[in-house]
């Protein structure tokens, strides 16, 4: 039984909101540090918006909005782009991240400490991520690089988990973040 859906089609976008999207964000919002989750959201909100800003300057424009228990996922009509206007939209949410935590760094420490960590996280090479993705179009589909970035990326899980575990670090959502982002590696060659 699949999952339940709204799609919606405003002219040439097509909008997708699975059930698992409004549950989980009720379920957050039911949380007690309430305002820590508004602001993640917001950094997150971010982040989108930088790579929609990026499939409309590029002129590919924005096919698909996918809202999801993940979160949200849009898709450009990347056959329309050459690679760097391709890297260009997979990178400019990262970099609006990097550039929001520049602006909010004297205002808000906090806040900038999020869009830093959200920017650099993203920009990690994992396939899932826009790093990943960003280096597997750079590089084409060669598979001597995506051998090396797939080592990498099972290295730094290997790593950041032993950090966790030996720093004594008792966050269940980061474990299930690096397992996810391992799991998705490691299954590259089965799909």
Not at 3 to 32: C, D, R
Not at 76 to 105: E, R
Not at 113 to 141: C, K, Q, S
Not at 166 to 177: E, P, T, V, W
Request: with cysteine.
């Amino acid at each position: 039984m699949g999952e339940t859906t709204l799609e919606l089609n405003i002219g040439q976008l097509h909008i997708v909101i699975n059930f698992s999207f409004p549950m989980i964000l009720a379920w957050i919002f039911l949380q007690k540090d309430a305002e820590l989750i508004k602001q993640i959201l917001a950094v997150s909100m971010i982040h989108e918006t930088g790579h929609g800003l990026a499939m409309c300057l590029t002129k590919a424009g924005i096919r698909e909005i996918r809202f999801y228990a993940a979160g949200i996922r849009m898709q450009t009509n990347a056959y329309l782009l050459s690679t760097g206007k391709i890297l260009a939209v997979y990178l400019s949410g990262p970099v609006m991240n990097l550039c929001f935590a520049l602006l909010f760094w004297k205002m808000n420490q906090f806040v900038a400490i999020l869009h830093l960590w959200t920017g650099i996280f993203n920009l990690l090479p994992y396939r899932v991520l826009d790093g990943g993705a960003a280096w597997e179009n750079f590089f084409e589909m060669k598979t001597e690089w995506l051998d090396i970035r797939k080592k990498f990326c099972l290295i730094l899980s290997m790593a950041i988990l032993f950090l966790l575990f030996f720093r004594h670090i008792q966050n269940l959502a980061l474990y299930l973040m690096i397992i996810y982002l391992t799991f998705c590696e490691i299954s590259v060659d089965k799909l």
